[in-house]
């Protein structure tokens, strides 16, 4: 592909010294007029195209805006234009970073862990991601990109710009989204038929219970991610219930379950059974961290703010878990 690029530059330079030659040297002006702007038009147009790789990632409306601006500049000022995108293309050049990989293959560990690293910020976030997927401005590839990305992450905030990019009216996109969405929901399911043809055959009191709790959870995270619509959701809640009461009758001191089973009764506002089933979590284990946060939710609903100060003013080492730490530090504000 770079050879491809490099003889385009060099058929637009020999061009770029036809059309001058032509307009300087030919005995007729007007016959040197006429073939000067073809000849001239053609060379800058392939210019344009032979700088493609070093300009397409330093601007970010994507291609077509700077190969427009850097066409018009080059055909309008004859010469001088089409010396500037050689010269401003090489600056650019310059001025970018490679990336470079590190092999750790063979490197000591003492070492990876004492080296000095500079942090820099993400180049991708949540709020690219989802510009990215809402604004019509974005180009294409952005979009391609973004939903590539989030087709990575499970969680509630993928799924819904997943299910907003359906609506797009680039066709990749959209097949992208709705073949990602799919997928998900696909995988999930396959593993509910298969849990389920399991549990028939299973004798073990024990090993049944284990099955009910992972169909629980499986069916609870079809409901949390959103994958289906309101009618399936209803459904998918009832039996993740069902399966959860059902591995409790079995195994009365699992902190995990009753950790969703107040989930579940919170998903379905029902603050009382909500509240008893954290508590529960948290007897049974007092550094459940998200049984806490849980609670907080239904002190919440229940108008009682102060109380959730109190709640959380006592969990320990909750910076060790960035993800909780950030939602408590706004519950204890």
Known sequence: MKILFAILFFISLVLELFSIYVLFYTSNFEEGILWFFPVYTLAVLLLSISLYPIYRYRFRDGFFKPFLFLLLISF?????????PIVFSIISFFLMKEKTIIETKNQPLKEILTEEISLKKISYGESFLKKAIEEVSIHKSLKEEAVLILSRFQSPLAVH????AVYSDI???RLLALNFLYKQEKQINRKISELISRIKSTKEALEGAQILKELAFLYWELVYLELTDTEFSRYYLEQALKY???ALNVVQNDDKLYLLLGRIYLKKEDIENAEKALHKSILLNPNNISAYIYLAEVEFNKRNFERIKE???NLKNIEKDYLSYSIVSVWRK
Do not use: M, N, R, W
């Open 76 to 84: 309008l000022v004859p010469v001088i234009g089409y010396l500037f």
């Open 161 to 164: 710009l997943l299910k907003e």
């Open 171 to 173: 066709d990749e996109v």
């Open 244 to 246: 959860t009461l059902e």
């Open 311 to 313: 709640l959380l003013k």
